[in-house]
């Protein structure tokens, strides 16, 4: 099932996800839509996604709630929520997991979900808040974990990430400096040693000219850092943003994560082929999944 020798998968088809409108308690207003779960033992899987200004319409809050429920991944970066308390309630119908919401974004906040029997969230905080201006006042949220996987002892970092939009000099400016910032500070964490993952709304495609710009802090050191969606991005297929169409909610690694990602899988999950109102009721944006 792999591609061009890269583990992504295309998960509509390779795993089987299936959907149907079963009535529950005999309330036909409900359809109950059944997708196949992502959980893997063993592996740790992320899933990062826009969920456009949340909730989107009146039935985005039940049907990201069956999506989540059905989905189980480990840990799910969310940006462009608009309605906290609304995703607070929400998640409190899905017991499996904690929550952890930035504080210091501007409208739009970011969320950090995890599995807490699998993961214990050790630190907490907003990055580069002092530099806020070149993250579209939205300073990324990072949370620390540990695997709580038998007697093995994994701790890694995982950060949301949401860019400054658009395609104009400006913006690619504050991407790039954004980008440097970045780099700088995962560089003193010394990458060979300290996991991190940083995943979310990058506002940019690693395959264009104005993303390898907007990246090029990171780009250039191939030593240190890789966007494990790289590959995945030269497929419109799995375009993450297909009103445009392009690849822009992508997920860096550091170093210390290279062994682990030989063994990875990594696809954007096609929801759009199970919800024919996807772009209506979720979003514009498709999920990006990443299985290490």
Request: glycine share 2%; with cysteine; hydrophobic share 40%.
């Amino acid at each position: 099932m792999f591609l061009r020798k890269m583990t992504y998968l295309l998960w509509i088809t390779a795993i089987g996800f299936t959907s149907c409108a079963q009535l529950t308690d005999g309330n036909t207003d409900a359809p109950e839509w059944t997708l196949a779960s992502v959980d893997e033992p063993d592996k740790i899987e992320i899933i990062t996604w826009n969920v456009q200004n949340f909730p989107k319409s009146g039935e985005t809050i039940d049907r990201l709630q069956a999506v989540l429920d059905s989905l189980h991944a480990d840990i799910y970066c969310f940006q462009e929520i608009e309605n906290t308390a609304s995703f607070q309630r929400m998640f409190r119908n899905i017991p499996d997991y904690e929550t952890a919401i930035s504080t210091k974004t501007y409208s739009m906040h970011y969320v950090i979900a995890w599995q807490k029997e699998e993961f214990s969230a050790l630190n907490i905080q907003e990055l580069f808040v002092e530099d806020s201006y070149f993250f579209a006042s939205r300073p990324p949220l990072n949370v620390e974990f540990r695997w709580n996987r038998g007697d093995s002892l994994f701790i890694f970092n995982v950060a949301d990430i949401h860019m400054k939009a658009m395609g104009d000099a400006s913006s690619r400016e504050r991407r790039h400096r954004a980008s440097e910032i970045i780099a700088e500070y995962l560089l003193a964490q010394d990458p060979a040693e300290s996991p991190w993952i940083i995943a979310g709304d990058w506002n940019d495609d690693v395959t264009t000219s104005s993303g390898q710009y907007s990246f090029e802090a990171l780009l250039d050191r191939p030593d240190d850092f890789l966007f494990v969606t790289a590959e995945l991005a030269k497929d419109p297929e799995y375009a993450s943003y297909p009103g445009w169409p392009s690849f822009i909610d992508n997920i860096l690694i550091t170093r210390a994560l290279f062994e682990a990602h030989k063994h990875s899988t990594v696809t954007t999950l096609r929801l759009d082929r199970i919800f024919t109102d996807y772009f209506e009721v979720l979003s514009d944006h498709r999920p990006v999944m990443y299985r290490f």
